[in-house]
């Protein structure tokens, strides 16, 4: 019952926060939440035992048409493999890109593949 009170008192707060930036229109009409994005995200997948599999991110805003938005998005691959990708996906969504230009796929131990969730892009 803790954990639950916890998650929605977070998710009240996300709320407010995407609320404030829907609310700010930029001179070009746009809000911040549209230009933009926010992210939402526990490092915990089940409060109770403290999985790290099957971790939500809640993302509110598209970045400027990069994101999907309105969808649940399952992504494939396995945990490890998809937190990197998606800290890759919300880099690039925010702009950061590499040296020549390229978006941010490369993010995280190199071992692993490299890349972005293509399910949350639009």
């Known amino acids: 019952l803790l954990h639950h009170k916890i998650d929605r008192q977070f998710a ?7 609320e404030k930036l829907q609310a700010y229109v930029m001179p070009d009409g746009q809000s911040l939440l549209d230009a933009g994005t926010a992210v939402w995200f526990s490092d915990l997948g089940n409060g109770p ?7 939500p991110f809640v993302i509110g805003g598209g970045a400027g048409g990069f994101l999907r938005q309105g969808q649940y998005v399952r992504a494939s691959g396995d945990n490890e493999r998809n937190h990197a990708k998606m800290l890759n996906t919300i880099a690039s969504a925010a702009g950061v890109r590499k040296d020549n230009g390229d978006l941010v796929d490369d993010f995280g131990d190199p071992s692993l593949p490299n890349g972005l969730i293509a399910e949350a892009l639009a």
Do not use: D, E, M, V
């Not at 009240?12 to 995407?18: D, G, K, P, S």
């Not at 035992?49 to 971790?55: D, K, L, T």
């Open 12 to 18: 009240q707060t996300f709320r407010f926060l995407l």
């Open 49 to 55: 035992s403290h999985s790290a599999r099957r971790i």
